[in-house]
Each structure stands twice: as structure tokens, then as C-alpha cells.
């Protein structure tokens, strides 16, 4: 089981940016593509974001587009969430996830079943 660590979070003011890391313990994330997921309390996991094992390519949840940005570097061993402009809306916690390593690629949905690694998550809070 890989092991990845969620960080980052906090209580931010809306309009705010934020960068969440995850971070790969044990094992070398060059071979994986990451994903972004949230869950605000009372809803289901949400797909946010997912980049490619090489970093070549990424998608966005259409609700977070143009706002999010997905990175990695993998001599850092590190994905990383770059948020923006962000909303009350955007509270939930937010988890990193990976793909087996036969993935190369994001899937076409952002759906949980397509990840089979997570993180604990770390909470973010969007409030004045």
C-alpha cells in the first residue's frame, strides 16, 4: 500500500490562495498519476483534479477550473493544488490519491474507483 500525506490545509479567507502538497512516503511517485478529491460534510467525494504520471497532462472538475491548478515534482516527490480565488463552497477535506501503477494516464471521469491509494486528507476551511 503507498503511503501519501495530505498537507497544507487551514482556514483561509475567501477570495484567498492556498497550496495543498501531497507527499509520497516509501516510494518513488514518478510512476503514478495523482488525483485531488474533496468531501464537504453531509456529501459525497468529489473529483477536483488529476495529473498524469509525467506531468504531460491534467483535468479539472469543471467546478474548480480556471481556479485550481494541479502540479508535480517528482524530484520532490510532491503533487501539489495550487487554490485560488477561493469560495465558502470550497470547504471540505481534501485528499490525494493514486492510481495503480499500470495508469499511466488520468481517467476519463474523476470518479474515487479509479484510485486505489489515499491519503488522510487535510481540512480546509473557507471563511471570513
Known amino acids: 500500500q503507498l503511503q501519501l500525506v495530505e498537507s497544507g490545509g487551514g482556514l483561509v479567507q475567501p477570495g484567498g490562495s492556498l497550496r495543498l502538497s501531497c507527499a509520497a512516503s516509501?516510494?518513488?511517485?514518478?510512476?503514478?498519476?495523482i488525483g485531488w478529491f474533496r468531501q464537504a460534510p453531509g456529501k459525497e467525494r468529489e473529483g477536483v483534479s488529476c495529473?498524469?504520471?509525467?506531468?504531460?497532462?491534467?483535468n479539472y472538475a469543471a467546478s474548480v477550473k480556471g481556479q485550481f491548478t494541479i502540479s508535480r515534482n517528482n524530484a520532490k516527490n510532491t503533487v501539489y493544488l495550487q487554490m485560488n480565488n477561493v469560495k465558502p463552497e470550497d470547504t471540505a477535506i481534501y485528499y490525494c490519491?493514486?492510481?495503480?501503477?499500470?495508469?499511466?494516464?488520468?481517467?476519463?471521469?474523476?470518479?474515487?474507483?479509479?484510485?486505489?491509494?489515499w491519503g488522510q486528507g487535510t481540512q480546509v476551511t473557507v471563511s471570513s
Open positions: 490519491a493514486a492510481r495503480a501503477a499500470l495508469f499511466r494516464q488520468c481517467p476519463r471521469d474523476l470518479q474515487s474507483t479509479n484510485f486505489e491509494s
Open positions: 516509501g516510494f518513488t511517485l514518478d510512476y503514478y498519476t
Open positions: 495529473i498524469s504520471s509525467s506531468g504531460g497532462s491534467t
